[in-house]
C-alpha cells in the first residue's frame, strides 16, 4: 500500500497506521527544510526558551527575537533579573513584542513561580505532572506555553497541538473526533513515540511548514507531502475542489 492510497482512507486508519503516517509526514518535512535554523534547539538555554515562549503569544518571532535582545542587552535575560524589575521598566524592554505591560507581568509571574522553587533548575525538575500543573497556575501560561516549556526547557517527550499542528494534520486526513488542544494532545500522545529529540523536530518541521507552504493559503504545487494531502490533491487543477 502506498502511503498516497493510505491517504484516501486517512480517516479509516488505525492508531498504528497514523503513527507511520504522521513519522513519513516528519521524514520530508526534516528532508525539505534545514529544522537547524528554528529558534528552539537543543542546544538552547532554558530562561531563553521560557521567555520567547511568554514573548511569543499573539506576535511574530521576530518580535520577539528584538525583545529578547533588549533584555540581554540590558542583563535582564535571567529569573532574578526579571523578578526585581519594576513592571515599567521590565515593559519597556519587551515592547517590541507587544502588549508590553502584560507580558512585563506574565515574565514577573513566571519568575516568581521560579524563584518559589528555588531557581529555574530546581523549577524544570519537578516531575511532569507537578511541572505542568505549576505553570498553568501562573498568570498567562496556557496549555500550549507550558507544552513548550516542558518540551524546550524541560525537556520532557511533551506534544505541542498548536494551530499551525491542528490545521496541517486536519488537511492531511488526521486527528482527534473533536477538535481542542487536550484532545489533539492525546491524539498525538497515542501515535507518536515519547522521544525528546523526535517531538522537538517534529514541532519544528510543522511550524516551519506551515509558515513556508502550508499556509492559510497553502502552495501545494509546491509542497512534499501533497501525495499524501487529501485537501492537497482535492485543491489541484482538475479536481472538484477542497475538501472541508
Ligand atoms: S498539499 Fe497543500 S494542504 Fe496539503 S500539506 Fe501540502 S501545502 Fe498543506
Known amino acids: ?15 498504528e497506521e497514523e503513527r507511520s503516517f504522521l513519522l513519513e509526514t516528519f521524514r520530508r518535512l526534516r528532508e525539505r527544510y534545514d ?6 534547539q537543543a542546544s538552547t538555554p532554558a530562561v531563553d526558551v521560557c521567555v520567547g515562549a511568554v514573548l511569543v503569544q499573539h506576535t511574530a518571532w521576530t518580535n520577539v527575537e528584538k525583545a529578547v535582545a533588549n533584555l540581554r542587552a540590558a542583563g535582564a535575560l535571567s529569573i ?11 515593559a519597556a524592554l519587551v515592547r517590541p513584542a507587544g502588549f508590553p505591560l502584560t507580558k512585563a507581568r506574565r515574565l514577573k509571574a513566571f519568575a516568581s513561580l521560579a524563584l518559589r522553587h528555588g531557581g529555574l533548575d ?28 516542558l518540551l524546550y526547557a524541560a525537556r520532557r517527550p511533551a506534544n505541542v497541538p498548536d494551530a499551525y499542528t491542528q490545521r496541517l494534520l486536519r488537511r492531511l486526513g488526521l486527528g482527534p473526533a473533536r477538535d481542542g488542544y487536550a484532545a489533539w494532545a492525546a491524539w498525538l500522545a497515542n501515535r507518536l513515540p515519547p522521544d525528546l529529540g523526535l517531538l522537538q523536530r517534529f514541532h519544528a518541521g510543522v ?6 507552504t502550508c499556509r492559510a493559503r497553502p502552495r501545494c504545487a509546491a509542497c512534499p507531502l501533497l501525495d499524501m494531502c487529501a485537501f492537497g490533491r482535492a485543491s489541484a487543477p482538475g479536481s472538484k475542489g477542497p475538501i472541508s
Open 80 to 90: 532574578e533579573a526579571m523578578a526585581g524589575m519594576d513592571d515599567e521598566t521590565l
Open 1 to 15: 500500500v502506498t502511503v498516497a492510497e493510505t491517504a484516501l482512507a486517512a480517516d479509516q486508519m488505525a492508531p
Open 122 to 149: 530546581l523549577l524544570l525538575g519537578l516531575p511532569t505532572p507537578e511541572l505542568r500543573a505549576a505553570l498553568l497556575s501562573t498568570e498567562g501560561i496556557g496549555p500550549e506555553t507550558a507544552d513548550v516549556v
Open 207 to 212: 511550524v516551519v511548514h506551515c509558515k513556508e
Open 35 to 40: 529544522l537547524d535554523r528554528w529558534h528552539w
